[in-house]
T-cell receptor
Framework: EIVLTQSPATLSLSPGERATLSCGAS???????LAWYQQKPGLAPRLLIY???SRAAGIPDRFSGSGSGTDFTLTISRLEPEDFAVYYC????????FGGGTKVE | VQLVESGGGLVHPGGSLRLSCSGS????????LQWVRQAPGKGLEYVSA????????YYADSVKGRFTISRDDSGNTLYLQMRSLRAEDTDIYYC????WGVGWFDYWGQGTLVTVSS
């Protein structure tokens, strides 16, 4: 099983700042089959990024994904008030596993 | 695209429950559908999946032998039959659609809460 480790667990920032979230895989993802989701309290997760760097439909361009192999990053260029949430990474190279999440507060 | 779960509730340990997920707005039979669960305030766990042709299933080790996934494509409904329920099965269960195969998850239902408690 591919284990995904997200860091940091909590990121304390202010609106307008840049957020950098990391997701590390226990094995190299030979194909960059990695997605990022945003979850707000009481709601289901929402797809942000797929295939490591492709933005999902309707996602603002302040969200960007990068990385390959074992190291992946989600960047939010300038935090808006609505961006404060929990973010999860997911790999779908070998079955499906999720990271433990990063809370942006 | 809409996915609407139902069937959650309170059940005693050792009991059974069947979750349903009604899908609309897409070609239901063509897509792999899955169940993902989340304990309140905790992370996401991939529970079970069923391919569009119904030929391929996946179960997490934690539910293997106790849960059964099925689908009725004529009624656009996905099911999760849960038996021998344990306290640790207490979670919000989301019905999720894959964009392709077992790829990224492009649509999620609102979730249904299952509580296993005496």
């Amino acid at each position: 099983e591919i284990v995904l480790t997200q860091s940091p667990a909590t990121l304390s920032l202010s609106p307008g700042e840049r957020a950098t979230l990391s997701c590390g895989a226990s094995q190299s993802l030979s194909i960059s089959y990695l997605a990022w989701y945003q979850q707000k309290p009481g709601l289901a997760p929402r797809l942000l990024i797929y295939d490591a760097s492709s933005r999902a439909a309707g996602i603002p361009d302040r969200f960007s994904g990068s990385g390959s192999g074992t190291d992946f990053t989600l960047t939010i260029s300038r935090l808006e008030p609505e961006d404060f949430a929990v973010y999860y990474c997911q790999q779908y190279v070998s079955s499906v596993t999720f990271g433990g999440g990063t809370k942006v507060e | 695209v809409q996915l609407v779960e139902s069937g959650g509730g309170l059940v005693h340990p050792g009991g059974s429950l069947r979750l349903s997920c009604s899908g609309s707005g897409f070609s239901f039979s063509s897509y792999t559908l899955q169940w993902v669960r989340q304990a309140p305030g905790k992370g996401l766990e991939y529970v079970s999946a069923l391919s569009g042709n119904g030929g391929t299933t996946y179960y997490a080790d934690s539910v293997k032998g106790r849960f059964t996934i099925s689908r009725d494509d004529s009624g656009n409904t996905l099911y999760l039959q849960m038996r021998s329920l344990r306290a640790e099965d207490t979670d919000i269960y989301y019905c999720v659609k894959s964009a392709w195969g077992v790829g990224w998850f492009d649509y999620w239902g609102q979730g249904t809460l299952v509580t296993v408690s005496s």
